[in-house]
């Protein structure tokens, strides 16, 4: 999947993301970490991914509205 590098002036407000990416057909969220880890996020409805992706505070949606709601696998 390829995935969207992220950049922030404030680092704090992407806190430890490197990139993200959204497969609309399998509605499938994927997250790289600076730590090198790939989580997929699985029933990620488009309007979420879009919701991350304005988000000024990357990290904390991650934490608050995605990774406590869907089901997720590390894939590396």
Same mark, same amino acid.
């Given at each position: 999947?390829?995935?969207? *590098?992220?950049?922030?002036?404030? $680092?704090?407000?992407?806190? /430890?993301?490197? $990139? @993200?990416?959204?497969? $609309?057909?399998?509605?499938?969220?994927?997250?790289?970490? /600076?730590?090198? #880890?790939?989580?997929?996020?699985?029933?990620? *409805?488009?309007?979420? #991914?879009?919701?991350?992706? $304005?988000?000024?505070?990357?990290? @904390? #949606?991650?934490?608050?509205?995605?990774?406590?709601?869907?089901?997720?696998?590390?894939?590396?």
């Amino acid at each position: 999947m390829e995935r969207t *590098p992220l950049e922030d002036k404030d $680092s704090r407000m992407i806190g /430890n993301l490197r $990139s @993200v990416g959204y497969d $609309s057909e399998k509605n499938i969220l994927e997250i790289e970490y /600076n730590l090198g #880890f790939i989580y997929q996020y699985y029933s990620v *409805p488009k309007e979420m #991914f879009d919701k991350l992706m $304005s988000e000024r505070n990357k990290i @904390v #949606f991650v934490q608050e509205r995605i990774a406590k709601q869907y089901r997720s696998q590390r894939i590396k």
